[in-house]
């Protein structure tokens, strides 16, 4: 655990797909931020909340060891990081506190176009190739199905092409990457999106009550947009 602070910290994106919208958003609940000159931390000038931009795949570590606070981050890492740091999201020891509405995507099967899908069980003994191989193997086991999990990084969708897997498993946004991969959807296994994560209670002190604070004017922001 990290030393005690008395401002609130949240983690956010630094680049890629939720980095912007998260950043407007703390905007629209009021905060402003004097940027260092790394940008790796800005400093919040109108309360007490600094921000910390870093990997996406690395907020929910930041949160479980008490680095940040808070941290905007997609569902799907989220979810999946929760096996890594504990045994699954019910046993992690941060929580979503709140749906952010943007950065909606889905994470799903999809095989080779003019290949059929016959349900789950279809999948036994195929190979599928994905970055999300905690939550990949977690349906698996949910639907009682054996299937071989193939880690990749990334560049997922060529897996197929290149015959080191039957199927992948990714995230699904517009589909124009399954499509450009002759690719197909084949069955939905999380729908995702921008999620604010916290701490399952909240502390009895100055960051509580900050936490308190933003999260009454973001769901003030969450309303009118709806
Ligand atoms: C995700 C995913 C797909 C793509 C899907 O990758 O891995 O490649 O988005 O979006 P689409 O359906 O709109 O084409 P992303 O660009 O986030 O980067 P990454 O693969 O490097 O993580
Ligand atoms: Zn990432
Ligand atoms: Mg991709």
Excluded: H
């Excluded at 931020?33 to 909340?49: N, P």
């Excluded at 600094?50 to 929910?60: G, H």
């Amino acid at each position: 655990m990290s030393p005690p602070r008395e401002r609130l910290r949240i983690a956010l994106q630094k680049s890629g797909r939720l980095a912007d919208a998260s950043r407007d958003l703390l905007a629209r609940c009021g905060l402003k931020f004097r940027e260092s000159r790394d940008k790796l931390f800005c400093f919040g000038e109108s309360l007490a909340v600094d921000l910390l931009l870093v990997r996406d795949d690395d907020i929910p570590g930041l949160i479980a060891e008490g680095v940040c606070d808070l941290g905007i981050v997609g569902r799907n890492v989220l979810r999946e990081q929760a096996f890594a740091i504990a045994d699954g999201v019910d046993a992690a020891p941060y929580r979503e506190l709140r749906a952010l509405g943007f950065g909606r995507c889905r994470l799903a099967l999809a095989l080779p176009q003019g290949q059929g899908y016959a349900g789950p069980e279809g999948l036994a003994g195929l190979r599928i190739a994905t970055s999300y191989p905690n939550l990949l193997a977690d349906w698996l086991r949910r639907q009682r199905v054996d299937a071989r999990v193939v880690v990749l990084s990334g560049s997922v969708e060529i897996a197929p092409r290149l015959g080191s897997a039957d199927l992948i498993c990714d995230l699904v946004a517009s589909g124009a990457t399954l499509a450009a991969n002759q690719l197909r959807e084949a069955a939905a296994l999380l729908e995702c999106e921008a999620v604010l994560a916290g701490p399952r209670a909240l502390p009895a002190d100055a960051r509580g009550d900050l936490t308190e604070l933003l999260l009454r004017r973001l769901d003030g922001v969450l309303q009118v947009r709806d």
